[in-house]
């Protein structure tokens, strides 16, 4: 007969294999769909725009957003995307890579960490919980720069977690160092696992006494962040510095001091109460583990009296990087992502007390059979023509395809559910699954029709003139990714008054050989004082955009608006690339 020693080996071995069926179920449900849509608004077409630009215009250092500096991010992510488009030629799938490829380095490295803390089993519920979690597939499904930076946090992390728990292992609190200097120049928040060495002096690591490690060991490792940081800041700095070019030193003073501590102090962006993540996007994006994390209350509470660091130390991280993100004004529900694979490590141990109670199986399995039975009467309702919901969508290109869709993906969650009644953590697994698969090959595809700009680019090309160039006034990023034409904007921060002008001047300096047209944002014009492109002066185009878009020449504009001999802002992509070998690049 095997002993306990074999018996333990054959079971880490089993819950190891069963980790890596779902790392791959998880990858096909992160993949379903890649590369069948665009970018999407507010964030994805800029980055895909400054990646595609990178390739080709060769200008690859700084990201530019159609010919004007990008100041607002480190260039990391954007590097990224840009590799796997000169790697594919395919923008649609190349702007996606990096989220999704991150995001299973992170499912791994959950998996990894709690089989170090505790054991294959445990390891294996940590990124089960990770996996079926509403907000991390759906960061890894897009083309933002959280998922990369949940990344690297999670590395940092993880290499803290090695030392201080498994430890001591000096390699790897460098190592976490470094990586959260790779994180801070993804998004400048890299240096959040720093936290948790708040929690060492009231939980001291249980070899600390006995090897507490010489002062210059522990101050050593802000070095290795330096170092990481130094990868991107000594170049930069050394560039904008010899260019003497002040765009580019007004570039170095708003990434290094605007868009770090002035962003987070006083932000002026996506302003929300103190109490938004913990009312709005924990409850709901964060579940299953936010349910869990209620019925999980005893067993942490035991956790606690014992001195359970293996469960102290991730549950304390998380509540700082809440308490951190809190502080701020400036709030966005992905801001937290980086602290749910924690949470899951903090999960694992007490996922089998949590569902001893009745209420928490109940939920499991009540919501998603909820959310199911909710798109399928919402499809039925489209598919009637029920007139509140084509109310609901008046503004918007809705087909026939949408209200099937809703009400085929809301039938096939009420049959999983069903069938794993009887396993609520499998039930939830079961309807995020058939969600994320549902949405990556039928939802997504549907939506897109209405969110890419393609259709409108093709709409205008029936009355703007393959010669023609393009000026945009108030643009948006998925605009000038699909325009065939030489494209032209006043600057993304230009008052609007102030591009008004700029685009009056341009028109009037159009070459003899080329005609230009405008494209004016509506809603932005109609707010001016004294307006000079007006809705009755603009051309028609067939497309529902029209009447968000005016598109005019210079015929359009107002007898009593003229162009001056001011020096207005103008960019295009056009000017990078005539630019390439005048500087140091």
């Not at 077409?45 to 990201?63: I, K």
């Not at 490690?213 to 170092?227: D, H, I, M, T």
């Not at 809190?326 to 924690?342: I, M, N, Q, T, W």
């Not at 794993?420 to 953590?425: E, G």
Request: proline share 8%; net charge positive; with cysteine.
């Amino acid at each position: 007969m095997p002993n306990a020693h074999q018996h333990k080996l054959a079971e880490n071995r089993n819950w190891q294999r069963a980790f890596w069926w779902l790392f791959g179920l998880t990858a096909l449900a992160i993949a379903a769909g890649m590369g069948w849509r665009d970018p999407w608004p507010p964030d994805e077409p800029r980055f895909a725009l400054m990646a595609r630009d990178m390739v080709e215009t060769g200008q690859w250092f700084f990201p530019f957003r159609g010919g004007e500096i990008y100041p607002d991010k480190p260039p990391l992510v954007m590097w990224a995307m840009a590799f796997f488009y000169w790697l594919t030629g395919n923008l649609k799938l190349a702007f996606l890579l990096p989220s999704a490829l991150a995001s299973l380095g992170t499912l791994w490295l959950t998996f990894d960490l709690g089989k170090r803390l505790w054991n294959a089993r445990t390891g294996f519920w940590a990124a089960f919980l990770l996996a079926v979690t509403l907000q991390f597939v759906l960061q890894a499904k897009s083309g933002q720069l959280d998922a990369p930076v949940a990344f690297f946090v999670m590395l940092g992390f993880y290499g803290l977690m090695r030392h201080m728990l498994v430890g001591p292992q000096w390699r790897w609190y460098y190592l976490a160092w470094f990586f959260m200097g790779l994180g801070i120049i993804t998004k400048g928040v890299g240096f959040l696992p720093a936290l948790v060495l708040l929690v060492t002096p009231f939980f001291r690591p249980d070899w600390l006494s006995k090897q507490p490690g010489r002062w210059w060991q522990w101050a050593a490792g802000p070095f290795f962040l330096l170092l990481a940081v130094s990868l991107w800041l000594i170049p930069m700095l050394g560039l904008v510095q010899h260019s003497h070019n002040p765009d580019w030193l007004a570039y170095r003073d708003n990434i290094l001091f605007k868009q770090t501590v002035d962003r987070y102090a006083r932000s002026w962006g996506h302003i929300q109460p103190w109490w938004y993540f913990l009312v709005s996007v924990i409850p709901v994006f964060w579940l299953p583990q936010s349910l869990l994390a209620l019925a999980s209350a005893d067993g942490w509470k035991q956790a606690f009296s014992m001195r359970e660091k293996r469960i102290i130390y991730p549950l304390l991280w998380v509540g700082l990087v809440i308490l951190f993100f809190s502080l701020s004004k400036g709030k966005r529900a992905e801001y937290l992502l980086p602290a749910l694979p924690a949470l899951a490590l903090a999960l694992a141990p007490c996922v089998d007390t949590a569902l001893q109670k009745r209420w928490a199986r109940w939920s499991l399995w009540e919501i998603p059979l909820t959310v199911s039975l909710f798109l399928a009467a919402v499809g039925v309702a489209g598919l009637l023509s029920v007139e509140k919901i084509q109310q609901v969508v008046a503004e918007y290109p809705v087909t026939p395809d949408l209200w099937w869709w809703l009400l085929v993906t809301g039938v096939a969650g009420v049959v999983v559910t069903v069938i794993l009644r009887h396993k609520p953590l499998l039930s939830w697994a079961g309807f995020t699954f058939t969600l994320w698969f549902s949405l990556g090959f039928g939802g997504w595809p549907i939506v897109d029709k209405a969110m890419s700009t393609a259709p409108m680019m093709h709409a205008l090309q029936q009355v703007v003139p393959p010669q023609a160039e393009l000026g945009i006034v108030r643009f948006r990023e998925k605009l000038l990714l699909h325009a065939p034409w030489p494209v032209t904007h006043f600057g993304y921060h230009t008052p609007t008054e102030i591009q008004q002008q700029a685009a009056i001047n341009w028109l009037y300096g159009a070459p003899a050989n080329r005609p230009r047209y405008v494209l004016v944002n509506s809603h932005y014009l109609k707010a001016l004082d004294a307006p000079c492109f007006l809705a009755a002066n603009a051309i028609p185009y067939p497309h529902w955009a029209a009447k968000k878009w005016w598109l005019f020449d210079r015929n359009g504009i107002a007898p009593a608006c003229a162009p001056d001999t001011q020096k207005l802002p103008a960019f295009s992509r056009q000017d990078l690339t005539a630019a390439k070998n005048k500087t140091p690049l």
